[in-house]
T-cell receptor, first 114, second 114 residues
Framework: QQQVKQSPQSLIVQKGGIPIINCAYE??????FPWYQQFPGKGPALLIA?????SEKKEGRFTISFNKSAKQFSLHIMDSQPGDSATYFC?????????????FGIGTKLQVIP | KAGVTQTPRYLIKTRGQQVTLSCSPI?????VSWYQQTPGQGLQFLFE???????NKGNFPGRFSGRQFSNSRSEMNVSTLELGDSALYLC?????????????FGPGTRLTVT
């Protein structure tokens, strides 16, 4: 059962464009929504994260938009650069018994062409 | 501070064999989680260890097992390997989990089963 649905699975944009990656979740108990960036040959690295009481969060060129009523959240990359080419994973987690169980989306392979 | 290290980085095994993968978390981190990453399934949670105890487990068969030592280092074992076990195995460490669950991933072990 895929609890976090991520789309698209691949995305090609030109340098300077604004790629948008969308995720949808089903379980309203999720209370933490991180995004990870993964380069080939490396493990995923935490990029930015949001909690459901906030509708938007920006860190540099990366912005998360969160729609609690629609159970959707998305990642926008402003002024995208070829160095942003990577696979991006959204995730959702639930606090349970003092720790969190994390569910990942399928991933989006982003290519930014010069 | 050193990051999460995983050994070996690459491994080739034959069907029916068993394999042990190792993960050293960031110093001071007590939680270690293991994930299987494949192109079709994304990141699938295997299990999490905290203070030498498995406190969360994903939906994988009993052939997949793990343990954690008193220094927080963790090992994952897969017995009776199948072709479908070929994947990138990632471990991630975090301080304790809790309400700010930030995971730091290692580079992974690429397992190929022939």
């Amino acid at each position: 059962q895929q609890q976090v649905k991520q789309s698209p699975q691949s995305l090609i944009v030109q340098k300077g464009g604004i790629p948008i990656i969308n995720c949808a979740y089903e379980n309203t108990a999720f209370d933490y929504f991180p995004w990870y960036q993964q380069f080939p040959g490396k493990g995923p690295a935490l990029l930015i994260a949001i909690r459901p009481d906030v509708s938007e969060k920006k860190e540099g060129r990366f912005t998360i938009s969160f729609n609690k009523s629609a159970k959707q959240f998305s990642l926008h990359i402003m002024d995208s650069q070829p160095g942003d080419s990577a696979t991006y994973f959204c995730a959702a987690s639930i606090g349970s018994g003092g720790y969190q169980k994390v569910t990942f989306g399928i991933g989006t392979k982003l290519q930014v062409i010069p | 501070k050193a990051g999460v290290t995983q050994t070996p980085r690459y491994l080739i095994k034959t069907r029916g064999q068993q394999v042990t993968l190792s993960c050293s978390p960031i110093s001071g981190h007590r939680s270690v989680s293991w994930y299987q990453q494949t192109p079709g399934q994304g990141l699938q949670f295997l299990f999490e260890y905290f203070s030498e105890t498995q406190r969360n487990k994903g939906n994988f068969p009993g052939r997949f097992s793990g343990r954690q030592f008193s220094n927080s280092r963790s090992e994952m074992n897969v017995s009776t390997l199948e072709l479908g076990d070929s994947a990138l195995y990632l471990c991630a460490s975090s301080l304790t989990g809790g309400s700010t669950y930030e995971q730091y991933f290692g580079p992974g072990t690429r397992l190929t089963v022939t």
